[in-house]
């Protein structure tokens, strides 16, 4: 038996044309995600090697490689894993992160979830 949680989603929608993923979750709650932002917090070991390498760097730069500008990225296929998260190949070829649904939940963008979210830093 699978147990529910708020962080499970009842409906999870790839809006290709809008470059917005759109989940609705069990709790009734509706983050919206954008594939600019999916793409830059991609939770994936390089993608997270590559970004702390960047907030070290003093100066704030793109990501190295074959990277999207905001507006390029593209979602050209998602499938589940399990049922606790969502994988994505992106338009750049990229396809190692996991997106759980907790993290997914966790980084809601909406107003009401970021103004609740501790402002503490980690790392
Ligand atoms: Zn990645
Ligand atoms: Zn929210």
């Not at 949680?5 to 929608?13: F, G, L, T």
């Not at 939940?105 to 970021?114: I, K, M, T, V």
């Given at each position: 038996m699978i147990p529910t949680?708020?962080?499970?989603?009842?409906?999870?929608?790839v809006e290709r044309q809008e470059r917005v993923m759109i989940i609705t979750w069990?709790?009734?709650?509706?983050s919206v995600y954008s594939f600019?932002?999916?793409?830059r917090d991609c939770p994936c070991a390089s993608c997270d090697d590559a970004r702390s390498k960047r907030l070290n760097a003093r100066n704030l730069q793109v990501l190295s490689g074959p990277v999207l500008k905001p507006g390029e990225v593209q979602v050209t296929g998602s499938r589940s894993v399990g049922w606790?998260?969502?994988?994505?190949?992106?338009?750049?070829?990229?396809?190692t992160g996991?997106?759980?649904y907790d993290l997914l939940?966790?980084?809601?963008?909406?107003?009401?979830?970021?103004d609740s979210t501790l402002s503490g830093a980690r790392g």
């Open positions: 949680r708020s962080s499970d989603p009842a409906e999870v929608i069990r709790d009734g709650h509706r600019d932002a999916l793409r606790y998260a969502l994988n994505f190949t992106w338009s750049d070829g990229h396809d996991i997106y759980t939940r966790a980084n809601c963008p909406c107003e009401q979830c970021s």
